[in-house]
């Protein structure tokens, strides 16, 4: 079949090649001016290109209107407000620069299509203008980085210390949650420890583990309350991806990543915002780490911080013990809510 298909396509150019010939030929014969033909075909040529160019962007603005509805809704957390603004602000100069650039290509096609007698201009350079197109893309690309650059390191800094700590832990292909306790810090974890009864590794000695709570189907946040979030993983390289709060981070084995934000809409509220009664929010893994990759989510729950706590109640303690039960633990967790307000 392949041996066809090559047949087939050599057998077009040749044809192609001959009826190339016989046009030329039937030129000379007719006596026309080969010139003027020229100028007729660049300037159908011309034409042609200046209506692709009103085409493509009239469709380029129709599909932005289209599908503008089906993109995320608005961003359910502090810092994704102002990162929106951030990629808004990007994009609205990128379509600028993309509409004027291409009017200028097609514009300057028609314009300066071939024609009878006419040279082309040799224009070396001009150094006002090339100071203004370098000075001025210069300018605008380090405003734009310097913001950026601001902003992840607001959202991934170890100096966020009135966060709430929380540890995301992946694997091929859940999600596990854990909330540190009273003192606000996560307890430690050795790989080696990993089992069974252990999934997370962790240090049972370690006092940290004690009042530390673990949520194996869905995580919880509360409203208006800044979470550090403590990403490790326990095989290869996975990431982190809640779309509606702007997070995404990878979570990688033998080092732990953070990410700080503070989520401002409750599911509840969000419900109403996107007229959807089935809407939660995700914990999605945003690299390909396996077969069961599509399957690898965890849903979570933005509640106010009253319901946030009753649901803490209804989770196991990381390191079960006589003196301290889920009530006490969820007591402690309100308390390190109310501290972060």
């Not at 602000?89 to 004027?100: A, C």
């Amino acid at each position: 079949m392949n041996f066809l298909i090559l047949l087939g396509v050599i057998a077009a150019i040749m044809v192609a090649f001959r009826l190339m010939n016989i046009l030329n030929i039937s030129q000379e014969l007719s006596g026309r001016d080969a010139t003027e033909e020229l100028h007729k075909d660049v300037k159908g040529n011309a034409m042609g290109l200046i209506a692709f160019m009103v085409v493509g962007l009239i469709l380029f603005f129709y599909m932005i209107w289209k599908y503008m509805p089906l993109t995320l809704p608005v961003a359910a957390s502090e810092h994704g407000v102002r990162t929106d603004n951030l990629l808004n602000i990007n994009f609205y100069i990128i379509i600028f620069v993309f509409i004027i650039t291409q009017i200028a290509l097609f514009y300057f096609i028609w314009k300066y299509q071939y024609r009878k007698g006419h040279m082309a201009y040799f224009y070396s350079h001009n150094n006002t203008v090339e100071i203004i197109w370098t000075v001025i893309p210069t300018i605008v690309l380090a405003i734009l980085v310097i913001t950026g650059l601001k902003e992840w390191i607001a959202i991934t800094s170890k100096d966020n210390t009135d966060g709430m700590n929380v540890q995301v832990y992946a694997q091929q292909f859940v999600f596990l949650g854990r909330y540190a306790g009273r003192d606000n810090t996560l307890g430690d974890s050795y790989f080696r420890n990993i089992s069974t009864e252990n999934p997370l590794g962790l240090k049972l000695e370690d006092k940290a583990v004690n009042d530390d709570i673990i949520a194996k189907t869905e995580m919880h946040f509360p409203v208006n309350t800044p979470i550090m979030l403590n990403i490790n993983s326990r095989d290869i390289i996975h990431s982190v991806y809640m779309p509606h709060f702007r997070v995404q981070m990878n979570a990688v084995p033998g080092m732990t990543t953070n990410f700080y934000f503070k989520p401002t809409i409750t599911t509840a509220e969000m419900r109403k915002k996107t007229a959807n009664e089935k809407f939660d929010y995700v914990i999605l893994c945003n690299k390909i780490c396996g077969v069961s990759h599509y399957t690898m989510n965890m849903k979570v729950v933005v509640d106010s911080k009253e319901d946030f706590v009753k649901w803490l109640k209804t989770q196991p303690l990381a390191k079960p013990a006589p003196t301290a039960d889920n009530a006490n633990a969820s007591q402690t967790v309100k308390e390190i809510a109310e501290a972060v307000k």
